[in-house]
């Protein structure tokens, strides 16, 4: 029997791996809509680091993609159950990027070559 790495309605934060300096940080976060062959299918938000601010800005269009979970280009973190995706936003704090969504969640992001 084959267990679902994912499952239909999980929350997930993706991280979008960069090739080159100039290249920008882009995130997603949304909801697991299926997963198959490796193969993750999720709706939600598009987060992308403002060029003049450096803050992350979340895109308003809500977005579906498909995405290989087995090809390296992406970062997947499993979010709680509990986070309210509409909340979530990031927080620069001392030493720490962190998204969060207003709540004691926080998902801590640092180690992800952030400058």
């Given at each position: 029997?084959?267990?679902?790495?994912?499952?239909?309605?999980?929350?997930?934060?993706?991280?979008h791996?960069?090739h080159?300096?100039?290249?920008?940080?882009?995130?997603?976060?949304?909801?697991?809509d299926a997963?198959a062959?490796?193969l993750?299918r999720?709706?939600g938000?598009?987060?992308?680091?403002?060029?003049?601010?450096?803050?992350?800005r979340?895109?308003e269009?809500?977005?579906t993609?498909v995405v290989?979970?087995?090809?390296g280009?992406?970062?997947i973190?499993?979010?709680?159950a509990?986070?309210?995706?509409?909340a979530?936003?990031y927080?620069?704090?001392?030493?720490?990027?962190r998204?969060?969504?207003g709540s004691?969640?926080?998902?801590?992001?640092?180690?992800?070559s952030?400058?």
């Amino acid at each position: 029997m084959q267990v679902a790495i994912l499952s239909p309605g999980e929350k997930v934060h993706l991280i979008h791996r960069r090739h080159f300096d100039h290249e920008p940080h882009r995130h997603f976060v949304g909801v697991v809509d299926a997963f198959a062959d490796g193969l993750l299918r999720v709706t939600g938000h598009v987060y992308a680091v403002d060029p003049i601010s450096f803050e992350f800005r979340r895109r308003e269009e809500l977005r579906t993609r498909v995405v290989s979970a087995a090809s390296g280009e992406v970062i997947i973190n499993v979010l709680p159950a509990s986070v309210d995706l509409d909340a979530v936003r990031y927080r620069q704090e001392p030493g720490a990027l962190r998204v969060t969504d207003g709540s004691t969640w926080h998902l801590d992001i640092s180690e992800v070559s952030w400058r």
